[in-house]
């Protein structure tokens, strides 16, 4: 199910190589330069562009290659030791399912977050998350960015992705603000 607002969708030319995901299988591609590419959905700093028929999905840093402007994360000063939470929590909520307009946080996609100390002076955040279904193509693409979004927050050395079904999702998972986001009332 596509759920966007076909006012956000534009096509633009690629100024530069862009690294890019194809979705679902969240291979790597690179969009060549000068290849036209619609812009179908522009959520939490990430993309998705339909090129040659198929959706692949460019991270908000390079966002320049679709001329438009780099997303870059801010976490303000941060001084060295553990991740905060706050700052995992937040990175979070920045990334959103290349279909659905909510972020997987709000979707109740997460279901826990720890953060520990793996080795002196080294940090990794643990991320539980699960798929609307088992079967949800987006899997791949949705934990790649999760570990590319939190490999990005201060002091966090290692991220890793647990991927579960048990207890499965269902839609009341979602938060309010996004259940009335999606029509859900």
């Given at each position: 199910m596509t759920m966007q607002n076909p006012a956000e969708q534009r096509m633009v030319a690629v100024m530069r190589d862009c690294p890019a995901r194809a979705v679902p299988s969240g291979t790597p591609i690179t969009l060549p330069k000068n290849a036209f590419v619609t812009i179908t959905?522009?959520?939490?700093?990430n993309y998705t562009v339909s090129y040659q028929g198929n959706l692949a999905r460019v991270d908000g840093t390079d966002a320049d290659a679709?001329?438009?402007e780099t997303e870059e994360l801010d976490f303000g000063q941060?001084?060295?030791g553990a991740p905060l939470s706050?700052?995992?929590w937040d990175t979070l909520r920045t990334i959103y399912d290349p279909e659905i307009p909510v972020n997987i946080v709000d979707l109740g996609?997460?279901?826990d977050v720890q953060l520990e100390e793996s080795r002196p002076g080294h940090h990794r955040v643990i991320v539980?998350?699960?798929l609307t279904s088992p079967t949800c193509g987006m899997g791949q693409v949705l934990t790649n960015d999760v570990r590319y979004r939190l490999g990005k927050v201060p002091n966090v050395d290692e991220v890793e992705v647990k991927l579960v079904f048990?207890?499965?999702w269902t839609r009341d998972k979602i938060s309010?603000?996004?259940?009335?986001e999606l029509g859900l009332f």
């Open positions: 959905q522009a959520r939490g700093g679709l001329g438009l941060v001084s060295e706050e700052h995992v996609l997460v279901y539980t998350m699960t048990d207890p499965p309010e603000e996004a259940q009335l």
